[in-house]
């Protein structure tokens, strides 16, 4: 049973123009959402976050919309550039008793960016 | 600040053998949490170790075990290596306190099974 889901296993975008990458999730006791990027032969970096007491959070280039109701969240990058191309992961976090470590990841979209 | 620091980076086993893997987290953070990377399941939790005690446990049996030192620094060991465990093993690293934390990953052991 996936908690945390990414239907597009890949997107193709033009440089410049915006991509969107999209994420579901079915448990509503989640409360912190996160976007990671994974390059091959490297660990996954921390792109952005959001709270579930927000519905929009901005950093750069990189904005993540968090939708409750619909229980969808979405990270828009804009412009794309061909640096950005890699797998980005969306993943959910709620409060287990106190550990935070334990996130719950979607399986990955492969962002490919085209010159 | 140095990142989270994983050794060994790649090896091969065999079935039946048993493997350990060793992470460094990040100075002054206290959580170490190890995932597994498959091509088919995506990353799934392992465990979490905080302050040399175990406080989350995936869904994953009993072969895969952990412990964390009073450094912070942490091992995860899998005994008797089936075919299946054949993975990319993440470790992660956070402040550890409650709350939302931001994991910072090292750059993983890929094991293979043969």
């Known amino acids: 049973d996936q908690q945390v889901k990414q239907n597009s296993p890949s997107l193709s975008v033009q440089e410049g123009r915006i991509s969107i990458l999209n994420c579901d999730y079915t448990?509503?006791?989640?409360?912190?959402f996160l976007w990671y990027k994974k390059y091959p032969a490297e660990g996954p970096t921390f792109l952005i976050s959001i709270s579930s007491i927000k519905d929009k959070n901005e950093d750069g280039r990189f904005t993540v919309f968090l939708n409750k109701s619909a229980k969808h969240l979405s990270l828009h990058i804009v412009p794309s550039q061909p640096g950005d191309s890699a797998v980005y992961f969306c993943?959910?976090?709620?409060?287990?008793?106190?550990?935070?470590?334990?996130?719950?990841f979607g399986k990955g979209t492969k962002l490919s960016v085209k010159p | 600040k140095a990142g989270v620091t994983q050794t060994p980076r790649y090896l091969i086993k065999t079935r039946g053998q048993q493997v350990t893997l060793s992470c460094s987290p990040i100075s002054g953070h206290r959580s170490v949490s190890w995932y597994q990377q498959t091509p088919g399941q995506g990353l799934q939790f392992l465990f979490e170790?905080?302050?040399?005690?175990?406080?989350n446990k995936g869904n994953f049996p009993g072969r895969f075990s952990g412990r964390q030192f009073s450094n912070s620094r942490s091992e995860m060991n899998v005994s008797t290596l089936e075919l299946g465990d054949s993975a990319l093993y993440l470790c992660?690293?956070?402040?550890?306190?409650?709350?939302?934390?931001?994991?910072?990953f090292g750059a993983g052991s890929r094991l293979t099974v043969l």
């Open positions: 993943a959910a976090s709620g409060d287990y008793g106190g550990s935070q470590g334990n996130l719950i």
């Open positions: 992660a690293s956070s402040e550890g306190g409650t709350g939302a934390n931001v994991l910072t």
């Open positions: 170790y905080f302050s040399e005690t175990q406080r």
């Open positions: 448990n509503s006791m989640f409360d912190y």
